[in-house]
């Protein structure tokens, strides 16, 4: 199955979120796809995000994770889902900070140094970092359509879906379409 990296994919308005994001229903286990299955797409997914990722000023230019690295980023990934998740749900546990800081500073030893180039898990661990550390915790949500975890960056804190034009939409069409077939059935 072919996959492009679209701007949507990066609606979660930090670079740790994105990655988390990258397991697409991931509590379905018969439809649940880990969109980094593939190792070209993870590479991929580097460059993308040189596009479409909210921090992409913050790191530099990201790199594609070493083949030798891909397994302590993929615990990464999982750490910072889980612990995120939880936060969002009220049911954040000290077990799952903990194994988000180990996963992340597992990387940070490896890539010490903020450089021009920065390898994509170097970046995504520092913006776990960042984020576990964010001030406003409830900006921190969860798409009802998806699932995915987004920060709310809007002035008043109300955004519903990661992403309007395909959430939101999708909500909307839904809700459309409910109602419309109660007319036709009354």
Request: proline share 4%.
């Amino acid at each position: 199955m072919t996959f492009s990296w679209t701007q949507h994919r990066f609606s979660g308005g930090a670079l740790a979120l994105d990655v988390a994001n990258s397991v697409i229903l991931r509590f379905d286990a018969e439809r649940r796809i880990d969109r980094y299955a593939d190792p070209a797409a993870m590479r991929d997914f580097a460059t993308a995000a040189n596009r479409f990722s909210a921090e992409k000023e913050q790191f530099g230019t990201l790199e594609p994770v070493a083949p030798e690295n891909r397994d302590a980023f993929l615990d990464l990934r999982e750490a910072a889902d889980r612990h995120f998740r939880a936060g969002v749900l009220g049911a954040s546990t000290g077990e799952d900070l903990a194994d988000l800081l180990d996963a992340a500073s597992t990387i940070i030893r490896r890539h010490p140094a903020k450089t021009a180039r920065t390898p994509l898990d170097a970046a995504t661990a520092r913006s776990a970092l960042m984020l576990a550390a964010f001030n406003e915790p409830e900006r921190l949500k969860i798409c009802p359509n998806c699932q995915w975890l987004f920060l709310d960056r809007s002035r008043n804190r109300s955004r519903t879906w990661c992403d309007m034009t395909v959430c939101g939409n999708r909500a909307k069409a839904n809700r459309h379409y409910q109602r419309q077939r109660k007319d036709f059935v009354a």
